[in-house]
């Protein structure tokens, strides 16, 4: 293939992505890969029609939906790469990815590169679900839950966070704080680093859940007492994520609602998990030692 020279002035005639030398000359940026500059050259410039479109949250921050087959398309890669690609931004502060939960695309925050500031990770998270991106951004829809057996003794418990705001945090944000910590989310972020979106994800839909208005939510099946269903998740932990993840794996039957099942999972987790793992230790057992 020849291609033709470019005469007088005739190279303005096209657009270009705008990729900042500061990440070619500066070293903080040294390790950053050239396929993760050229993303983030691709982000900033997604950022143009964001703020034509008035995608801003409360505090005048421009958000991106940019999702990750987007990035795929643009760069010709695979899904694989194009995840990675986004943690690796992540990684140098480039970018931060706000995860809404099951069905909708994350909101990304591209970050500005001059300004090497070390403002806290949670403190940026807080947008506002509402903001007008018309037909893309939506309020967290109300999440309807439900499980198996349940008592009294877990309706008498105290719910800790309410709809008013406590020094400063919402509701929700006492609740992503919570489950942060509850359930080690920085060490499965280390263990799983292959389900880093699916652990967002439950998140997610937990925070939703514990947030509903709703008298009654729906899992399984079944409809049961909010109350009940926030005190299950409210003493979830590190290995109930783990074992939830590990079903997901294992499970080879098309899943038509991830939502739902992810809830009955979570719901049935604390007293399915050892049940679980006991049946499998005796199954191995039984066939690995010799019978009489």
């Known amino acids: 293939m020849t291609l033709d020279y470019f005469y007088g002035q005739a190279g303005e005639l096209f657009s270009f992505y705008r990729i900042p030398k500061a990440l070619f000359q500066e070293p903080r940026f040294q390790d950053l890969s050239t396929d993760a500059k050229t993303l983030y050259g691709i982000l900033l410039d997604r950022m143009s029609l964001s703020v034509k479109n008035g995608w801003l949250d409360k505090q005048d921050r421009v958000f991106i939906i940019y999702t990750v087959q987007e990035v795929q398309d643009s760069l010709g890669c695979a899904d694989k790469k194009a995840t990675k690609l986004l943690r690796e931004l992540e990684k140098f502060g480039l970018i931060e990815r706000r995860r809404r939960g099951l069905g909708k695309p994350n909101l990304i925050y591209v970050k500005n590169f001059s300004l090497d500031t070390s403002i806290e990770h949670f403190k940026n998270r807080d947008i506002d679900d509402s903001a007008t991106a018309p037909n893309t951004i939506q309020k967290p829809s109300e999440v309807r839950c439900n499980k198996t057996d349940w008592n009294d003794t877990e309706m008498s418990e105290t719910y800790p966070f309410h709809s008013v705001e406590t020094d400063g945090m ?28 699916t652990i967002y994800q439950i998140v997610d839909l937990l925070v939703d859940t514990c947030a509903t208005n709703r008298k009654l939510l729906r899992i ?13 998740f ?17 499970n080879s039957s098309p899943i038509r609602n991830m ?11 604390p007293t399915t998990m050892q049940l679980v793992y006991q049946n499998r230790t005796n199954h191995d057992f039984a066939h690995g030692s010799p019978r009489g």
């Open 170 to 197: 919402s509701q929700r944000e006492q609740l992503e704080e919570y489950f942060s910590q509850s359930l080690e989310v920085d060490l499965l972020l280390r263990l799983c680093p292959d389900d880093e979106d």
């Open 220 to 232: 399984a099946g079944d409809d049961k007492p909010a109350e009940v269903v926030r005190s299950r």
């Open 234 to 250: 409210m003493k979830l932990n590190a290995d109930h994520i783990r074992f939830v993840l590990m079903c997901l794996a294992e």
């Open 259 to 269: 939502k739902q099942y992810l809830l009955a999972s979570l719901y049935n987790a």
